[in-house]
């Protein structure tokens, strides 16, 4: 439970949703975000960043993106996990996949470690979710 702090509002809203704390890497910098861990554990969503560099290769910025979203496969043996081949419009979404991906997962019916598998899961589920696109590229989680 988050305490609060004295001039906080009992009805003051989280902004989203966060149990966990990833860090992407982005332009070479590591970034903490706070994430969201659904029911698995393993599996964990989260909003995107940039990094407005300062001088050297400090952060001077972090913009966060709450309309952008990724989902996370990491476990304690591959802590840098990889990130699905989607982007989802907000958290409701992404939850909804993760918590999908993970029961498929245990099931059999995806997989992270077969990428063509794994693509092809992504696609038929944006295909039949509406906020969820498919991309290319991935985020390295570390």
């Known amino acids: 439970m988050a305490t609060r702090s004295t001039t906080e509002r009992p009805s003051t809203q989280h902004a989203y949703l966060a149990n966990a704390l990833v860090e992407p890497v982005i332009d070479d910098v590591r970034c903490p975000v706070p994430a969201f861990a659904v029911s698995s554990g393993w599996v964990t969503v989260w909003p995107a960043v940039s990094v407005r560099l300062g001088s050297g290769t400090f952060p001077a910025s972090m ?45 059999g019916y995806a997989d992270v470690a077969d990428a063509q598998g794994l693509a092809e899961w992504c696609t038929w589920w944006a295909s039949e979710h509406p906020g969820v696109d498919v991309r290319r590229s991935t985020v390295p989680i570390k």
């Open 63 to 107: 913009t966060v993106d709450l309309t952008t979203w990724f989902v996370t496969c990491a476990s304690d043996r591959d802590t840098t996990g990889v990130t699905l081949p989607v982007v989802c419009c907000g958290q409701g979404v992404a939850i909804a996949l993760a918590e999908a991906f993970s029961e498929h997962n245990k099931q």
